[in-house]
């Protein structure tokens, strides 16, 4: 019998006869080693269970049950985010570490727009702050580095690389001095999908560190 391309959420997988869904569901918990995305069996399980899925996704195409979860994140990520400024922290600090310009901070204030492109393929990022501080970047899953221009905007690059981690996507940089150091930004979204925090933690060749969250919302 054909299987209609649908969209059933989980609870209903459980009621279908000789059931798809818990063959999905066996298959997942069978696994105990953790996903490409550093996600165990019951965390995936969790992600099932908060919403509809595309059984077309689980049973109609060559991809595993932990291959289809990721692409349901990737589609809830992509997209343009827009800063919440009273939810976030300030950067401040951040600034004040690197002794960025003073024309540079005032465009950091009216930063307000990010926008995400997950594929398969890579992971693009759009940060939006009037043209002068518009930050592009794109770094493949397959964990090669990438080299961008500065986010500082001075001379030289950063080398930079996309890794999944149980929050959710991180980009890992690193640049050399004058102002040296190394930037994780997690990319760690709600429950409900309406919230994405930017985690960031920066670590200086001097050994200072500054951290702070930047709070999106869709």
Known sequence: ?????????????AATPVCLGCMCMKRLKKSARPSKSGQTASQLVQK????????????????????AIEQ????????????????????????DVVELKW???????????LE????????QTIIKAGGIMDVVEQYPWNGQERQ???????AGHHHGKVVRTER???????????????CQDTFDMSEDGKQLTQITEMVMNTGEICNYNSCQSS
């Open 48 to 67: 099932l269970a908060k919403g509809p899925i595309d059984l077309q996704i689980l049973i109609g195409r060559p991809l595993s049950a932990t291959q």
């Open 168 to 182: 959710g996507p991180a980009i890992r940089v690193r640049w050399a001095d004058p102002f040296g150091g190394t």
């Open 103 to 113: 024309v540079l901070r005032r465009a950091l204030a009216i930063l307000n727009t």
């Open 148 to 154: 961008h221009s500065r986010r500082d905007k001075r």
């Open 1 to 13: 019998m054909a299987v209609a391309h649908t969209m059933l959420p989980v609870s209903a997988l």
């Open 116 to 123: 995400i492109e997950d594929t398969p393929d890579h992971f």
């Open 72 to 95: 349901q994140t990737q589609a809830e990520l992509s997209g343009r985010w827009q800063k919440d400024k009273s939810q976030s922290d300030s950067m401040q600090k951040a600034c």
